[in-house]
């Protein structure tokens, strides 16, 4: 299971502290991009990116809820970007802007993803799921961390799980929102490869959430 710690929750006043415990303690590190239009809240530029990208060989997962992903994907990679997802619904689920984006990710040698609010079904994302490297399925409306998870989430992560095996691809199942020990379990039973979680990462000591989350995913 790889486990990604959502930095929105992280506290900046201990940055260079919270950051050399990551680097210790797990694989990838998430980051949520909000333009405040796509989704109300307002998050990262690319400034604080590159900081963080001079700090870290962690793989750096970009999740881009933006209405203009075309214009954060070129921003996001240029600051060190190794992985953009982006959202069907800001495409408003249009799949060959989809799959030109997708293209267009992979072109700049980045792991390209889509992802799904949780009133999308993930049926309708099929026609991609050959094309992408990851599909980041959301487990709270996007936009905040600290919200609770969504059950139906689940069904997602089964769907993915199995019509990956059955046509034999290979993208990672990702889910993103309320994650922690109490669901992490279910999560891993129905096929999730990667976790990311804030709150729960970043609510007491960073070093025992993480080896918690990952233990309770046996
Ligand atoms: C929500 C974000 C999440 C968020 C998760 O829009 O995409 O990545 O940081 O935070 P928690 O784990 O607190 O739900
Ligand atoms: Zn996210």
Not at 54 to 77: E, G
Not at 107 to 115: E, Q, T
Not at 124 to 140: A, Q, T, Y
Request: aromatic fraction near 12%; proline fraction near 4%; charged fraction near 20%.
């Amino acid at each position: 299971m790889i486990i990604a710690p959502s930095v929105l929750s992280l506290d900046y006043s201990k940055f260079s502290e919270q950051l050399s415990t990551l680097n210790e303690n797990c694989e990838w590190l998430h980051f949520d991009v909000m333009d405040g239009h796509f989704v109300p809240n307002l998050s990262f530029g690319p400034k604080l990116f590159k900081d963080f990208r001079k700090c870290t060989s962690l793989f750096l997962d970009v999740h881009i809820m933006v209405s203009d992903p075309f214009y954060y994907t070129d921003v996001f990679a240029d600051a060190g970007a190794d992985g953009i997802t982006f959202h069907y619904e800001a495409l408003n689920g249009d799949l060959d802007k989809c799959n030109v984006l997708i293209t267009y990710i992979k072109s700049k040698y980045l792991k390209a993803g889509i992802s799904i609010n949780p009133g999308t079904p993930v049926e309708l994302i099929e026609p991609l799921l050959k094309e992408v490297d990851l599909v980041l399925i959301m487990s709270v409306e996007p936009g905040y961390g600290g919200q609770e998870f969504m059950h139906n989430s689940l069904n997602k992560v089964e769907y993915l799980k199995n019509y990956k095996l059955n046509n034999n691809l290979n993208y990672l199942i990702e889910v993103d929102g309320g994650v922690n020990d109490k669901n992490a379990h279910d999560l891993n039973a129905k096929g999730a490869d990667v976790l990311v979680a804030g709150s729960f990462v970043f609510n007491g000591d960073i070093e025992s959430n993480i080896e918690k989350l990952r233990n309770s995913t046996n």
